[in-house]
Nanobody, 121 residues
Framework: QVQLVESGGGLVQPGGSLRLSCTAS????????MGWYRQAPGKQRALVAR???????YYVNSVKGRFIISRDNAKNTVYLQMNSLKPEDTALYYC???????????????WGQGTQVTVSS
């Protein structure tokens, strides 16, 4: 079965950095659009960054220039490097894998369990 496992969250001071990891099993990350989402207390889950199978990256405006999404195909792992962290980055961060339906392939949408990032002084 497909499984996405996030790691790397924790407590960091404003201006600090963290690197989140999403290690996949049962699927190949380079064949999916991989995304990082976050959900802060009292808010809905929102997209942070995504990386297509072809390697194109997208970031929401609030993290542009601070976060970098990347992929290590040999490790079947997607990363989110988070720099210059702000208190408003505090959230539960989720890894997502998505593939649209094609002939002979059903739509697929998988989620990890989440990893907590807390930015506080």
């Amino acid at each position: 079965q497909v499984q996405l496992v996030e790691s790397g969250g924790g407590l960091v001071q404003p201006g600090g950095s963290l690197r989140l990891s999403c290690t996949a099993s049962g699927m190949i990350v380079s064949t999916y659009t991989m995304g990082w989402y976050r959900q802060a207390p009292g808010k809905q889950r929102a997209l942070v960054a995504r990386l297509t199978g072809e390697g194109s990256a997208y970031y929401v405006n609030s993290v542009k220039g601070r976060f970098i999404i990347s992929r290590d195909n040999a490790k079947n792992t997607v990363y989110l490097q988070m720099n210059s962290l702000k208190p408003e980055d505090t959230a539960l961060y989720y890894c997502n894998a998505y593939r649209s339906s094609l002939t002979g392939r059903a739509r697929e949408d998988y989620w990890g369990q989440g990893t907590q990032v807390t930015v506080s002084s």
